[in-house]
């Protein structure tokens, strides 16, 4: 159980990061906080 939540966690870390480069200039720190939240809340 335990690994499958840091998994999921490693797996939003890395979206987030993919989408920061694809968006670096558009993405701001309140946006960035929102965005992994709600990926961790999907996966």
Do not use: F, Y
């Amino acid at each position: 159980m335990k690994a499958r939540e840091a998994l999921r966690e490693q797996v939003a870390a890395l979206a987030v990061k993919g989408a920061e480069q694809i968006l670096r200039k558009e993405v701001n720190a309140g946006v960035h906080a929102d965005l992994l939240s709600r990926l961790q809340t999907e996966l």
